[in-house]
């Protein structure tokens, strides 16, 4: 069975992930649920999520070349939470659209893990006329995390007075 997931029903996941662990630390994430993260040369691949049956371990696979880490880390712990259940490498195969949904889900995901809520309304006096490159230069992340972000707080409350979008990224990761 596959779970349709809408952008509140990832937010509200990540939410629950970061009461739990009482973080939003990637790292320390995936030490809790003792997921082995794993650095090496992957080519054009940023990263990827790998489950050994018989160890009933996860790893993450990270391309070593990679300047942020954390969000291919963050990335792979949305297709962990949202999808480690499904054979993701069999859909893509069947369907291109159901990749991308799956893609797309997991940075949302990776979006809401890296920069809560709270972190952006705590800096709103500092950020409130900002551009979103601006924003994402001072949270030292990926422009799609922030149009992420603003996209999900205007979804939840029209009167946010973040920036407009100016520019966009397509960000995609394994």
């Given at each position: 069975m596959i779970l349709i997931y809408t952008s509140k029903n990832i937010k509200h996941k990540a939410e629950r992930i970061i009461q739990e662990h009482r973080t939003n630390n990637v790292y320390q994430i995936c030490e809790n649920l003792k997921i082995t993260i794993l650095k090496s040369?992957?080519?054009?691949?940023?990263?990827?999520?790998?489950?050994?049956?018989?160890?009933?371990?996860?790893?993450?696979?990270?391309?070593?070349?990679s300047s942020q880490p954390e969000i291919i880390i963050a990335h792979e712990l949305g297709h962990f939470f949202l999808h480690k259940n499904l054979n993701t490498f069999q859909m893509e195969k069947c369907s291109i659209v159901l990749g991308a949904k799956l893609e797309h889900q997991a940075n949302t995901f990776a979006s809401e893990i890296l920069i809560t809520d709270k972190m952006?309304?705590?800096?709103?006096?500092?950020?409130?006329?900002?551009?979103?490159?601006?924003?994402?230069?001072?949270?030292?992340?990926?422009?799609?995390?922030?149009?992420?972000?603003?996209?999900?707080l205007n979804l939840l409350s029209p009167k946010t007075s973040m920036p407009l979008k100016e520019e966009r990224s397509i960000v995609k990761f394994a």
């Open positions: 040369n992957l080519g054009r691949i940023n990263g990827f999520l790998q489950y050994y049956k018989e160890e009933n371990e996860y790893i993450i696979h990270v391309n070593k070349r952006l309304i705590d800096e709103m006096p500092r950020i409130r006329n900002w551009t979103h490159k601006q924003i994402a230069s001072f949270f030292k992340v990926p422009l799609f995390v922030i149009e992420q972000k603003v996209s999900q």
